[in-house]
């Protein structure tokens, strides 16, 4: 069986996206480990929310093996993936005025703390107004997103504006409106997304700014360890203890 032509533009593509990322949003990601850190050291909590296939970056920097043990995911009921039936209803969550502001209320997050908030076109009611009323309690707000969607599409909030508006740092994961790498003779849609890849590698690249920052401060960057290797489950309790007011996804 031979090569796949297509398999090999799809890593090529994905690794420009990522040294794109890593050489132009070198700053942003700096910042943002650097809010992080400041987070952490000040005694708040960590808080990432995103929904729909942008939920799995979020998801993936929680309770994670070589991840930070204080971040939490912010969940809202139906627009975590594709586990919601019929699927098509997180998609339409998404753009429910006043959603976000319930979710906040009765979610631990207060000012003090940090959110990231992860939507590849930021433009859904649901993000902008997770960015907005997150600020408004007094959380820092980072916002992954594509900055080409505020440019070439239309906002579907009532503000016209877009989750970029709204952040005080904001990551642009360079990925083009309609998030698909690939096209074919023969095949009608374009396709193969990589907005999971580099979405992931920049929050892991946050979260191994914000550990640096931590260590460069003379502060032990709480960190879980897999329960896999030896020891592993005994790290994690300590730290859980430790840091136990800060964790929520152990209730």
């Not at 030896?230 to 800060?246: L, Q």
């Amino acid at each position: 069986m031979s090569d796949s032509k297509l398999a090999g533009q799809f890593f090529d593509a994905a690794i420009g996206l990522l040294e794109r990322v890593r050489d132009e949003e070198a700053g942003a990601v700096a910042a943002a480990g650097a809010a992080i850190a400041d987070t952490v050291a000040a005694g708040g909590r960590l808080f990432a929310f995103g929904a729909g296939h942008s939920s799995l970056a979020a998801q993936d920097v929680v309770y994670r093996a070589g991840g930070l043990a204080l971040m939490n995911l912010l969940a809202v009921p139906g627009t975590l993936g594709v586990d919601v039936m019929p699927a098509t209803l997180g998609s339409a969550l998404e753009r429910v005025d006043g959603l976000a502001g319930a979710v906040l209320d009765s979610s631990p997050a207060k000012s003090g703390d940090l959110l990231v908030v992860i939507s590849l076109s930021g433009r859904n009611a649901l993000p902008v107004e997770m960015a907005q009323n997150a600020r408004a309690l007094g959380l820092t707000v980072v916002g992954v997103t594509s900055v080409a969607y505020a440019t070439g599409t239309r906002s579907r909030h009532a503000s016209g504006g877009f989750l970029r508006d709204h952040c005080d740092i904001v990551l642009d994961s360079k990925i083009a409106i309609g998030d698909a790498e690939l096209t074919a003779e023969g095949v009608e849609a374009p396709f193969a997304p990589a907005s999971t890849v580099v979405t992931s590698a920049l929050m892991q690249a946050m979260m191994a700014t914000a550990a640096e920052q931590l260590v460069a401060r003379g502060i032990e960057p709480p960190l879980l360890r897999s329960g896999n290797v030896d020891g592993g489950h005994e790290w994690n309790g300590r730290v859980m203890r430790e840091y136990g007011d800060r964790i929520f996804y152990r209730h």
